[in-house]
């Protein structure tokens, strides 16, 4: 369907669009705070969608936004129905939206707000920083919550241990594969006890 911005919506089968999903990712992940790199079988777990996971909703699906340059953007999402003697009350659960540019970003959201016989849209894993809280003109309407969650990279493996307090006794050996920062690799033998952790 069209779309604003020039291009257009298309839905797919996550797993037949798998090249374009990660494409996109990788082009919007080195600008998005807290986004980590995905291999294969990591994208394979991700795209897999047995039944018994699905919590009464729909297969997984996608949509994506094209332009004349390729795909933009994409969102994964599932659509669990339900009514009430009102009417239909089903919510769309939405997985992830990536998009490498405001059209595309914009234009998806509003697909996954305009899906029929849905009266909520549910994004739990949002980040903070989620462009759609600077979008709308009432974002408290939008129920966002924040949960704790935290994101942290060791640049100083000894520092990063020995600058924590061990409750018990420990005497355990550490295997680290670093390739971002090679001077965290190796073994590392951690001693530890309430009096001090060498």
């Avoid at 797919?12 to 919007?28: C, G, K, S, T």
């Amino acid at each position: 369907s069209g779309a604003a911005g020039g291009g257009r919506l298309r839905e797919a089968v996550p797993d037949e669009v798998r090249e374009d999903l990660v494409a996109v990712y990788e082009r919007v992940r080195p600008q998005r705070v807290g986004w980590s790199s995905r291999n294969e079988v990591w994208w394979t777990f991700l795209l897999a969608d047995p039944k018994d996971d699905r919590d009464g909703a729909s297969a997984r699906q996608a949509v994506l936004y094209e332009d004349a340059d390729g795909v933009q953007g994409y969102a994964l999402w599932r659509l669990k129905q339900s009514w009430t003697p009102e009417g239909p009350a089903g919510e769309t659960v939405v997985g992830e939206v990536v998009a490498t540019t405001r059209d595309a970003y914009t234009e998806l959201w509003r697909f996954l707000f305009s899906i029929d016989l849905t009266r909520t849209v549910n994004y739990w894993c949002a980040a903070p920083d989620e462009p759609l809280l600077h979008m709308v003109e009432e974002p408290r309407a939008l129920g966002a919550r924040h949960m704790d969650s935290l994101w942290l990279r060791l640049a100083d493996v000894p520092a990063a241990l020995c600058a924590r307090r061990y409750l018990t006794p420990l005497d355990l050996v550490l295997e680290i594969d670093d390739p971002l920062l090679p001077e965290n690799a190796g073994r590392w033998l951690l001693r530890a006890s309430p009096e001090g952790v060498t």
